[in-house]
């Protein structure tokens, strides 16, 4: 089955993981140089031992490409995979006023009236960021990330390169080059994200009428965040390959510092519990002429028969 290279990934972090202190506090069980490969003429690689929402990543990738930064626009989309690093931003400010939600992400799960305020004070903050534009600008922007570093990475002269126009370019006009690369991580920008850059770098390379991906990840929470990982990627590769007249060929996924956290244990057992379905197939319906042009109707997956989701805290 096409998604066996991530529950193999599992498995061997469940049984040989050396275990770590992490910034979270949470703690982790990791392995340093793990690459899975998916050969995407076999079909999509979403995840079918448990739900994975094709809309959200859809949403986050379209973020991406449009060079936003600000969670509006994934509000506006019904996305909230990226509230809890504005969400912190707020709590932790002088602006914020209500009961404390100091390390909001462990106790909602284990206190239910603290859960209760958690779910009301996300709720007010979410619906600031969709109404009040000064709010939405000072809590609502996480700084230089992907989208940023993607489209409009700054040089040292004052200018931008957009990274995604720069490589679809050279796939269309030299595709034997060895320099079709995208980089998220810019050093100097680090300390004003929300977050440094888990997928930091990305190469193309052309062949026999396919366009292969190759990604690196420095950090893969490999519960929650190494699905939704797989799948973007697959997607950017395949609307690539549409733009520049090719097949997709493979995704190629290399991961630093591979992790599953200590609470999510028992969730990696039952979805290792489950026996893969057949992967779905992606379906570009439009016939934009630019990767920028897509509307999110265009995009779909189809014969997608997953099992339930399994819920899981994410560590902030």
Known sequence: MLEQ????????VLKNGNYKHDRTGTGTYSTFGYQMRFDLAKGFPLLTTKKVPFGLIKSELMWFLHGDTNIRYLLQHHNHIWDE??????????????????????RSLIDPDFAADYKEQKKIFDQKILTDDAFAETFGDLGNVYGSQWRAW????????????????????????????VSAWNPEDISSMAL????????????????????????GDIFLGVP?????????????????????GEFIHTLGDAHIYTNHIEQVKTQLSRTPREAPRLIIASEAKSIFDYDFKDIRVEGYDPYPAIKAPVAV
């Open 5 to 12: 290279p991530y529950l193999d990934l599992e498995a061997y």
């Open 85 to 106: 690093w504005a969400f912190k931003k707020w709590i932790e400010s002088d602006q914020y006023t209500g009961p404390d939600m100091a390390d909001f992400g462990r």
């Open 154 to 181: 700054k040089t040292s002269t004052g200018g931008t390169i957009d990274q995604i126009s720069d490589v679809i370019h050279t796939i269309k006009t030299n595709p034997d080059s060895r320099r079709m690369i």
């Open 196 to 219: 440094p850059p888990c997928h930091t770098m990305f190469q193309f390379y052309v062949s026999d009428g396919k366009l292969s991906c190759q990604l690196y990840q420095r950090s």
């Open 228 to 248: 939704f990982n797989i799948a973007s990627y697959a997607l950017l590769t395949c609307l690539i390959a549409k733009e520049t007249g090719l097949q997709p």
